[in-house]
């Protein structure tokens, strides 16, 4: 067990802290409530960014940039819009400083006011509908397809690593159509492009449904959501995807002109998911002994460790093996360093989470074997220098694979379905994971389950079995089952 | 001519703006100072990035991400750098809006004033250092060899897409190490990336040098530039390398135990370029038509236009050789819309200035040949259909080099000595371009002629001669020439 790092048993939230920090994920910065991602933490970002983009791109989508502030007069535009985000935004005022008069330091020069306060942007609908007026004047020019990576400010008060930070990196993808059904079936395929990554990409199984209103982004008709299930029980929303009406369309009049010649409200969809995605990835599958990341994301896949250490006959082997792997695409880095013994090394990769680790000694090679080591169930085994290519290869996918059936195994045993408020209550206390139970489908009842349980109803499934059932708090009549979970 | 372009001959300036917006690079936003990035133009800015991101890799650099917010004190903590940036940046000072008693909309609340501004990052030095503080402790974390891809914010009273904006994106690198001679290595390592970048990607010829002290990056003790000539006879500095000495470790007291045991201040460097390249890109290559853009920053390298429209017979030879291309690895586009005629499509591609346009009429098919545009030089021939990928594939190189050629030749017959006052005016007013001149060294005279002429020391060429002369200003005695040029 990593000394730097506490025992989940302990105290989860220390670990899961201990393991972002100490495996070089990412810091705290001098700024309140945002963080610095530290190199390997945003290796891993780039590989998650870099496929998320050619999943866009192979769906349709270009990228564009649109500018991070916000004239303050655009966020009133959209009424349920300004009542989500109006609350928790930076606020520039000003536009220089100067010396202080008494020579003490800069001050805000009193001179360099705004006219109009700038906000930066907390999600950039706005900004970019108020560009789309510029663009769509006719059925031609729909649909439009765009994304855009970029950094978000929301004020956080209570901040946690990658989970909720005051800035954040994003992608949020802002797409125009012609008609309600097309716009609901983009909302509906970038839902599923972001459950797919999530699940072969990122070996975490998610739940795909539907927001109640409470729970739906500020401006949307519809707010569809992926739901994951970390390893201490508790939900967190991986993904949106919003079939955002013609609000926006109407809050900054953008019309077109169909084929037939009338003038329409053009209909919209929103979509995005973050850096949050890391503070999933970590917290469900890491261990008391570090992270275990999943081949695919991983910047090193392979580390290549000389035993005891790095002799000119064991690393001739090891540029050789890793010549082997690199042909085949396998990402391998050799570990020459002669400071440390094997045995600290290894601990150090374990907590990087590095799928595969060979060992090298000079007895075994002399077998015509290597050792190789598995991450995800840190098994180790005696494997032939021959066709080890093929063998770590294979070992990874396997590894991706494992990852991802453990998850779902874990996942699938804690949704519980229960039709008391006592086993409610005793399913999220003891067992935790999802409730899966009855509900009567008003926000108060939502509301009194929240204020005395801190449970939120993380979605209704897509294609939920209907049922008659009765509320488990009101008693009220039902028609479903929804998913209640404590959440990230 | 294309109608919606301004001729250069007739407004250099509005040709440039025509260009960046008809062609779809870039927009004005509803945000003063601030650009849309388009998809077309952001399509180019990706391959740009994508490409230095991997030179940046391959010379040993990893990537990061620092807070957008800086706060205020921070700036002031080095010197020099407050008096560059402070007095145009963007400052946050609260963390909420409300709705006004009145009911009339949003103001700021004036509760959520914060305790000590925040300024949006016009760069990075001062919030990285403040991290690399918990970062370096012994010679064994250095070098640390970081960089960062970001939107910065300067305030700018007088803004041009591309060139001079509010908000731009870049990448910033910012380097510690143990040793002064080691930090000038890096800083120049990173010029000659970006020199390289220019020539084989851009296309853009540049002059590697140093800058005077009167332009120097506020903090360095030496910045390097590239400068690149633009075809009215403009210069323009298309990336700078900071050598920071130990100012900014000595601001933020970033030590190191030396392997003997000692304590000392880290050495550093910083280096960036930023969209700015891509006002460098149109600017360098394009005519009164429209863009030309290098085929390997080209998103689209290839257009083929069946003639005189997209009929069955010709979209599948149109098929055959996209696919006989793409098996290159040539990005390749096939227009088969049949809305428009070819001649429109023709001017709309001289437009994008994608490189290479294929032309497939029935009867040059049936003698087994294509039309072959290409857009550097707007020259036409009919090519056989057998072997059209091999060609196509050497077209693309011969054009990214003869542009290259073509740049090179305008810029070399602008770089003009001269040894009077009376020529050096002349050459400013007429012949523009870069001018060779003596020069006394002193900041002084530096002001005087840039007062006098709008002209600037562009730099003092890397491997200078030096040869006795006298000032063309002062008349004092000097020891090098250095290049003058009028500049964006």
């Not at 989500?84 to 000003?94: I, L, N, R, S, Y």
């Amino acid at each position: 067990m990593s000394k730097e790092i506490t025992p989940r048993a302990d105290d989860y939230s220390q670990w899961y802290i201990d393991l972002v920090r100490k495996a070089g994920l990412a810091d705290y910065s001098a700024v309140k409530g945002c963080m610095v991602i530290k190199p390997y933490g945003f290796g891993i970002w780039e590989n998650m960014r870099d496929q998320l983009d050619r999943m866009f791109k192979d769906t349709g989508h270009v990228n564009a940039y649109f500018p991070l502030l916000i004239p303050k007069s655009f966020l009133s535009k959209e009424a349920a819009h300004i009542e989500g985000f109006a609350k928790e935004c930076a606020v520039v005022t000003h536009y220089r400083l100067k010396n202080s008069d008494d020579g003490t330091g800069l001050i805000v020069d009193p001179e360099a006011k705004l006219e109009e306060e700038l906000i930066i942007r907390p999600t950039s609908e706005t900004i970019i509908w108020s560009t789309y007026k510029e663009w769509i004047q006719s059925y031609r020019d729909l649909p439009l397809l765009i994304n855009q990576w970029a950094n978000v400010v929301r004020w956080e008060m209570r901040t946690r690593l990658f989970l909720r930070t005051t800035e954040f990196l994003w992608q949020e993808g802002h797409t125009a159509h012609a008609t309600r059904d097309e716009a609901i079936e983009e909302t509906i395929k970038m839902l599923d492009v972001y459950a797919t990554f999530a699940e072969e990409w990122m070996a975490l199984p998610v739940i795909k449904g539907v927001k109640t209103a409470n729970e739906r982004f500020p401006g949307a008709e519809d707010t569809y959501c992926i739901e994951a299930l970390m390893q201490d029980g508790k939900a967190l929303q991986a993904g949106t995807s919003h079939f955002l009406g013609q609000s926006f369309a109407k809050a900054f009049d953008v019309q077109f002109t169909t084929k037939e010649g009338t003038l329409e409200y053009v209909w919209a969809s929103s979509w995005g998911v973050s850096t949050r995605l890391m503070g999933a990835l970590v917290m469900a599958h890491s261990d008391d002994e570090g992270l275990i990341v999943p081949p695919r994301l991983a910047s090193t896949q392979v580390v290549i460790i000389p035993i005891p250490k790095p002799l000119p006959e064991l690393t001739e082997v090891a540029d050789r093996i890793a010549g082997e792997l690199r042909a085949r695409g396998i990402r391998v880095k050799i570990d020459n360093d002669d400071q440390n013994r094997p045995g600290f090394k290894f601990a150090e990769y374990e907590k990087l989470g590095i799928p595969v680790r060979l060992g090298l000694g000079a007895r075994d090679l002399a077998a015509g074997t290597i050792e190789v080591a598995r991450r995800d169930t840190r098994e180790k085994s005696s494997v032939a220098v021959d066709g080890i290519a093929d063998y770590v290869a294979a070992l990874l996918e396997e590894i991706q694979q494992n990852m991802l059936t453990r998850a779902r195994a874990f996942r699938d045993e804690h949704i519980t379905r229960v039709d008391t408020w006592e086993d409610f209550i005793s399913v999220l206390d003891t067992k935790t994971g999802f409730v899966s139970a009855h509900w009567d489908g008003t926000p108060e009842t939502e509301d009194l389950i929240k204020e005395e349980t801190k449970a939120t109803i993380r979605c209704i499934p897509l294609d939920n079995s209907q049922e008659v059932g009765v509320c488990i708090k009101s008693g009220k009549p039902s028609t479903q089952r929804v998913l209640f979970a404590r959440a990230y």
